[in-house]
């Protein structure tokens, strides 16, 4: 039987070093220096981590950085070219106890106009298969997550970002993905149950003016039954109109009468200030994205982004479920990830777990 591994059974996670693009290490926006300290949470968790790189000299740079870490692998990607990992890599499986890496296709219509970008599956299902059978790094840290590589759907196309999970069959995503695949629920419906052991399929809407279409800046599985929602009830926001503002209040209306109906409690999770500013990354800024955490086995990390009372509250109410419903035993880290936000995206948008 087949069974989708969700966010808190995940003990492993590969990021994708930013130097793979000169604009993501640019003067005003220059990203290392929060990757140095993404890097240096998950070594202080003990999480064992892979790093791709895109040349020689960033393999000297971390060592030199972090020393040799019993954690760390750092490995040299040629092609690579992007940070976005999540969108583009394969989901993690559990069949009768093997764990599989379901590979879908990588193709978003909202980059169709940045070929560069569509390289990116291809470049990870060929890191993935190769450290599926690399022995000299299957035999330190990732042995535990050996398993086998499926790429039966590749040409099906389905961004990481816009699923959520739990480990009892039921699926989230925005009903995009018929769209992108011109494709019926029913047909979509039948392909993950086969192929991920998903017995309940639920699309819901995008976001108003979210132009990539993904539920992870929208609602998140928590734990079986417990989903976290962005709060659009309250927006403080002065530069949206009262329009705008309505069309949120609807959308988490009908949002959450779902959820109600389909018997999950939900859980309204803070949304901070809109923020202006150049697209550095064809995507408008995150920032008060707090729904777009990272969520692993033993650690959270929480984004937050220099605006204090908004923060705070961000931090309180994880620290409220963290004691709720684990005893306040994992841990929980925050980081500022203001610098990352302005390129579109946070932390779990940035980041495979296995």
């Given at each position: 039987?087949?069974?989708?591994?969700?966010?808190?059974?995940?003990?492993?996670?590969?990021?994708?070093?930013?130097?793979?693009?000169?604009?993501?290490?640019?003067?005003?926006?220059?990203?290392?220096?929060?990757?140095?300290?993404?890097?240096?949470?998950?070594?202080?968790?003990?999480?064992?981590?892979?790093?791709?790189?895109?040349?020689?000299?960033?393999?000297?740079?971390?060592?030199?950085?972090?020393?040799?870490?019993?954690?760390?692998?750092?490995v040299?990607?040629?092609?690579?070219?992007?940070?976005?990992?999540?969108?583009?890599?394969?989901?993690?499986?559990?069949?009768?106890g093997?764990?599989?890496?379901?590979?879908?296709?990588?193709?978003?219509?909202?980059?169709?106009?940045?070929?560069?970008?569509?390289?990116?599956?291809?470049?990870?299902?060929?890191?993935?298969?190769?450290?599926?059978?690399?022995?000299?790094?299957?035999?330190?840290?990732?042995?535990?997550?050996?398993?086998n590589?499926?790429?039966?759907?590749?040409?099906?196309?389905?961004?990481?970002?816009?699923?959520t999970?739990?480990?009892?069959?039921?699926?989230?995503?925005?009903?995009?993905?018929?769209?992108?695949?011109?494709?019926?629920?029913?047909?979509?419906?039948?392909?993950?149950?086969?192929?991920?052991?998903?017995?309940?399929?639920?699309?819901?809407?995008?976001?108003?003016?979210?132009?990539?279409?993904?539920?992870?800046?929208?609602?998140?599985?928590?734990?079986?039954?417990?989903?976290?929602?962005?709060?659009?009830?309250?927006?403080?926001?002065?530069?949206?109109?009262?329009?705008?503002?309505?069309?949120?209040?609807?959308?988490?209306?009908?949002?959450?009468?779902?959820?109600?109906?389909?018997?999950?409690?939900?859980?309204?999770?803070?949304?901070?200030?809109?923020?202006?500013?150049?697209?550095?990354?064809?995507?408008?800024?995150?920032r008060?994205?707090?729904?777009?955490?990272?969520?692993?086995?033993?650690?959270?990390?929480?984004?937050?982004?220099?605006?204090?009372e908004?923060?705070?509250?961000?931090?309180?109410?994880?620290?409220?479920?963290?004691?709720?419903?684990?005893?306040?035993?994992?841990?929980?880290?925050s980081?500022?990830?203001?610098?990352?936000?302005?390129?579109?995206?946070?932390?779990?948008?940035?980041?495979?777990?296995v």
């Amino acid at each position: 039987m087949k069974r989708m591994i969700p966010d808190w059974e995940k003990q492993g996670v590969v990021i994708a070093w930013p130097t793979c693009l000169s604009k993501y290490v640019g003067k005003k926006n220059n990203l290392l220096p929060f990757y140095r300290q993404l890097l240096k949470i998950f070594m202080d968790h003990s999480v064992p981590t892979f790093v791709l790189v895109s040349t020689q000299k960033d393999i000297e740079d971390i060592r030199v950085s972090h020393g040799h870490q019993p954690h760390l692998r750092v490995v040299y990607i040629p092609g690579l070219c992007d940070i976005w990992l999540r969108d583009c890599s394969p989901w993690v499986v559990n069949d009768e106890g093997v764990r599989t890496y379901w590979q879908p296709g990588y193709d978003p219509d909202y980059l169709k106009k940045e070929h560069f970008r569509a390289a990116m599956g291809p470049v990870m299902e060929s890191f993935a298969r190769s450290y599926l059978s690399e022995d000299s790094i299957l035999s330190s840290v990732f042995s535990q997550f050996k398993g086998n590589l499926e790429c039966d759907s590749k040409t099906f196309y389905w961004e990481g970002g816009n699923a959520t999970y739990n480990a009892s069959g039921t699926l989230i995503a925005t009903n995009h993905i018929l769209k992108a695949n011109n494709v019926t629920h029913a047909q979509v419906s039948a392909m993950v149950q086969k192929d991920l052991g998903v017995d309940s399929l639920m699309l819901i809407d995008s976001e108003p003016g979210d132009i990539l279409h993904h539920s992870d800046g929208t609602l998140r599985f928590w734990d079986d039954q417990t989903i976290l929602l962005s709060d659009l009830t309250n927006l403080t926001d002065s530069r949206l109109t009262p329009y705008q503002k309505n069309k949120y209040k609807d959308f988490f209306s009908k949002l959450e009468n779902l959820l109600k109906a389909k018997g999950y409690e939900f859980i309204p999770i803070p949304v901070g200030p809109f923020h202006d500013g150049e697209w550095l990354d064809g995507a408008p800024s995150a920032r008060g994205c707090y729904i777009n955490y990272l969520h692993m086995k033993d650690l959270v990390i929480l984004p937050v982004f220099g605006n204090q009372e908004q923060d705070l509250l961000a931090v309180q109410a994880f620290e409220s479920l963290n004691d709720r419903f684990y005893s306040g035993k994992k841990k929980l880290v925050s980081l500022d990830s203001s610098v990352l936000a302005d390129f579109g995206g946070v932390l779990n948008c940035v980041t495979w777990t296995v």
